[in-house]
T-cell receptor
Framework: DAMVIQNPRYQVTQFGKPVTLSCSQT?????MYWYQQKSSQAPKLLFH???????NEADTPDNFQSRRPNTSFCFLDIRSPGLGDAAMYLC???????????????FGPGTRLLVL | DQQVKQNSPSLSVQEGRISILNCDYT??????FLWYKKYPAEGPTFLIS?????DKNEDGRFTVFLNKSAKHLSLHIVPSQPGDSAVYFC???????????FGTGTRLKVLA
């Protein structure tokens, strides 16, 4: 059973045209994350939510916004995509207490964004 | 400024032999370390983790070693199997936060 679902798996948009990527989870986890991963690079954290508490990384461009209307859903909005925003976008979740030996983040399959 | 480094982008190992993947970090405030495995077209999946208060954690064929003084951890897979061929990411968590920092990954190829 899928636990972290990302739609769509592939998204093509035009330069400057707003695009929204979505993520949903069935784990009831409090924390949700968005990462950007470019080819051969490390996944880079853009922001995360603890419940509705939004935490933005200092170097995340203003062009990237996020919404979390409820526990299950989280959206990544790219207001004016540039060619450099083409990447894999990964959503992840985790529980809200100190991780034990098997505690971790659960990732979705990612959405690959292409900007034309 | 990369706080988590995986200096080997790729590694090839013969089936049945040991695979050793390495990871170095710079921030002494990391308190928890994880290894993820990623197949093409899928998200990373959790493999094994270790707390900073330990120096070894074992789970079946997978063992993670942590050397805090050297700020180095390694993942040992023994025996290696063709199904282990994937990209392996090392990640570290900032103490007191929910923030994980990832390395760039090492592509492991296990040859039959």
């Amino acid at each position: 059973d899928a636990m972290v679902i990302q739609n769509p798996r592939y998204q093509v948009t035009q330069f400057g045209k707003p695009v929204t990527l979505s993520c949903s989870q069935t784990l009831n986890h409090n924390v949700m994350y968005w990462y950007q991963q470019k080819s051969s690079q490390a996944p880079k954290l853009l922001f995360h939510y603890y419940d509705k508490d939004f935490n933005n990384e200092a170097d995340t461009p203003d062009n990237f916004q996020s919404r979390r209307p409820n526990t299950s859903f989280c959206f990544l909005d790219i207001r004016s995509p540039g060619l450099g925003d083409a990447a894999m976008y990964l959503c992840a979740t985790s529980r809200d207490f100190t991780p034990g030996p098997q505690e971790t983040q659960y990732f979705g399959p990612g959405t690959r964004l292409l900007v034309l | 400024d990369q706080q988590v480094k995986q200096n080997s982008p790729s590694l090839s190992v013969q089936e049945g032999r040991i695979s050793i993947l390495n990871c170095d970090y710079t921030n002494s405030m990391f308190d928890y370390f994880l290894w993820y495995k990623k197949y093409p077209a899928e998200g990373p999946t959790f493999l094994i983790s270790i707390s900073s208060i330990k120096d070894k954690n074992e789970d079946g064929r997978f063992t993670v070693f942590l050397n805090k003084s050297a700020k180095h951890l390694s993942l040992h897979i023994v025996p290696s199997q063709p199904g282990d061929s994937a990209v392996y990411f090392c990640a570290a968590r900032h103490s007191g936060t929910y923030k994980y920092i990832f390395g760039t990954g090492t592509r492991l190829k296990v040859l039959a």
